[in-house]
């Protein structure tokens, strides 16, 4: 990872993890506008086609040339859908096989690179997506105090908040992030099989240290294309993270498909019997 990519946690909705994904953003050649010169000094008076930059805005085209794919290959698929698909295939090794490190070349994790680097190929065939409507989205703003007034001016439409509008974690995102756990939390995801035909899923759990994790129900069988399933990660805090964040992951498994989300939690009352 380098050094200038963003990093975690989200400052403003610590409860939805971030960044999301990582792509390529180093020493990156492309195209260059022969209007400016290749460096920002008065005297250079070099233009080229294309040049070798880093940077997010290296990183962000390799990002949305792969949803632009993924939208010809599945034109149905809604950009909920497409992000779930970038984020559940994303690879958290590199090329030697060995854990993603930082700038530092210690290992890296979800604040580093979200749910990990692109891998194109997998994306067109997730298995299962974590889709997102309109209506998710505008609970999610309720659920921040937005007020029907703002969100209209946010979206254009007209939305009433409603008396016990979904947590913000349990927006149904591609990951899981609790910032203030206190004890226990239930969340709640929704799933959509997106495979040819009938399949069924088993839920492999890698718990964060200091808390423990169960899904509910554990196995999930879809009989057709399109079903949706939704499940309960419980999370109970065994010990206190002290401030800090710890970090896990759920794996939907079958013979064909690895459907992982990230798990980042932080601690900060410990559950008692």
Request: aromatic share 6%.
């Amino acid at each position: 990872m380098a050094d200038f990519s963003s990093q975690g946690p989200n400052p403003i909705s610590p409860d939805i993890l971030k960044p999301d994904i990582t792509a390529p953003g180093v020493n990156i050649l492309a195209a260059f506008s022969e209007a400016a010169p290749i460096t920002d000094l008065t005297s250079d008076q070099r233009h080229v086609p294309f040049n070798i930059i880093s940077g997010t805005s290296m990183a962000t085209p390799h990002v949305a040339g792969v949803a632009a794919l993924l939208k010809q290959l599945q034109p149905h698929w809604s950009p909920g859908s497409i992000k779930s698909a970038l984020m559940t295939t994303a690879k958290i090794t590199d090329n030697t096989k060995s854990g993603i490190k930082d700038s530092s070349l210690q290992t890296a994790g979800p604040f580093n690179y979200g749910a990990g680097h692109v891998n194109p190929n997998g994306a067109a065939d997730p298995g299962l997506v974590y889709d997102l409507s309109t209506r998710d989205y505008n609970s999610f703003l309720c659920s921040l105090n937005y007020n029907s007034t703002q969100i209209k001016a946010i979206t254009g439409k007209v939305f009433s908040c409603r008396a016990g509008e979904p947590k913000i974690y349990d927006l149904n995102y591609p990951s899981i992030s609790v910032s203030d756990l206190k004890g226990s939390v239930t969340v709640k995801r929704t799933v959509t099989n997106v495979g040819n035909g009938p399949a069924t899923y088993t839920a492999k759990v890698q718990s964060p240290d200091g808390i423990s994790v169960s899904v509910q129900p554990r196995v999930l069988q879809f009989s057709r294309s399109g079903e949706k399933k939704s499940f309960n990660v419980a999370l109970r805090a065994v010990n206190s993270s002290a401030g800090e964040y710890v970090f896990g992951s759920i794996t939907w498994v079958n013979r064909e498909h690895l459907v992982a989300s990230p798990i980042a939690v932080n601690a900060t009352s410990v559950m008692t019997s």
